[in-house]
């Protein structure tokens, strides 16, 4: 773990290299900021590659702190969030799988699309997934999240039989289901 100050914040971060990646990148996952950067190589020194990750950080500061303070805020208020256990997964999986049930067939009559599958997984770097074979999953976790949370996540899970995209045509549809503006960019949790 490594340390930045960020707006006289100190905000720990967790530092990944990756070949797959071209260029430097921010996420939440499992409740922390990783830092993910390309390999160095030929064209870019490590320590070249590190002065621009710092720069980003700082560049993008302001999305950092608001998302790092509605996590934190999150936790606190449901600790639940926090455990990934087996047997809390096992103890709720099918108290989730009665929620998604029934959310998805109200807004999917609403937005008038059609579905085939619901699973229930215990997923730590994603809230929920749409297969093109229309097969819709969800993190269990979706049981602690606020009631507007848990409508995003179902409306968001749905517009993707429609778009298979994040789209502007995507987000459209997702604000008009959810009859909100402030859906266009939404993010929850997990970027």
């Given at each position: 773990?490594?340390?930045?100050?960020?707006?006289?914040?100190?905000i720990?971060?967790?530092?990944?290299?990756?070949?797959?990646?071209?260029?430097?990148?921010?996420?939440?996952?499992?409740?922390?900021?990783?830092?993910?950067?390309?390999?160095?190589?030929?064209?870019?020194?490590?320590?070249?590659?590190?002065?621009?990750?710092?720069?980003?950080?700082e560049?993008?500061?302001?999305?950092?702190?608001?998302?790092?303070?509605?996590?934190?805020?999150?936790?606190?208020?449901?600790?639940?969030?926090?455990?990934?256990?087996?047997?809390?997964?096992?103890?709720?999986?099918?108290?989730?799988?009665?929620?998604?049930?029934?959310?998805?067939?109200?807004?999917?009559?609403?937005?008038?699309?059609?579905?085939?599958?619901?699973?229930?997984?215990?997923?730590?770097?994603?809230?929920?997934?749409?297969?093109s074979?229309k097969?819709?999953?969800?993190?269990?976790?979706?049981?602690?999240?606020s009631?507007?949370?848990?409508?995003?996540?179902?409306?968001?899970?749905?517009?993707?039989?429609?778009?298979?995209?994040?789209?502007?045509k995507?987000?459209d549809?997702?604000?008009?289901?959810?009859?909100?503006?402030?859906?266009?960019?939404?993010?929850?949790?997990?970027?």
């Amino acid at each position: 773990m490594q340390e930045i100050t960020l707006n006289s914040q100190k905000i720990n971060f967790q530092k990944r290299y990756s070949s797959r990646a071209q260029s430097i990148r921010i996420s939440i996952r499992n409740w922390e900021l990783i830092l993910t950067l390309p390999k160095p190589g030929f064209f870019q020194s490590k320590e070249s590659i590190e002065k621009k990750a710092l720069d980003f950080l700082e560049s993008k500061s302001d999305w950092i702190l608001k998302h790092i303070w509605n996590i934190s805020e999150k936790k606190e208020s449901n600790p639940e969030l926090s455990n990934y256990s087996r047997e809390h997964y096992l103890k709720y999986k099918e108290k989730a799988r009665k929620l998604c049930e029934e959310k998805c067939e109200f807004w999917a009559e609403k937005m008038k699309v059609e579905y085939n599958r619901i699973s229930i997984k215990t997923l730590k770097t994603k809230w929920g997934s749409c297969s093109s074979k229309k097969n819709l999953n969800f993190n269990y976790k979706i049981l602690f999240l606020s009631e507007k949370d848990r409508d995003y996540l179902i409306v968001h899970e749905l517009s993707h039989l429609v778009h298979m995209n994040h789209s502007s045509k995507f987000w459209d549809l997702v604000c008009v289901t959810l009859g909100s503006k402030e859906f266009k960019k939404y993010k929850m949790l997990i970027d």
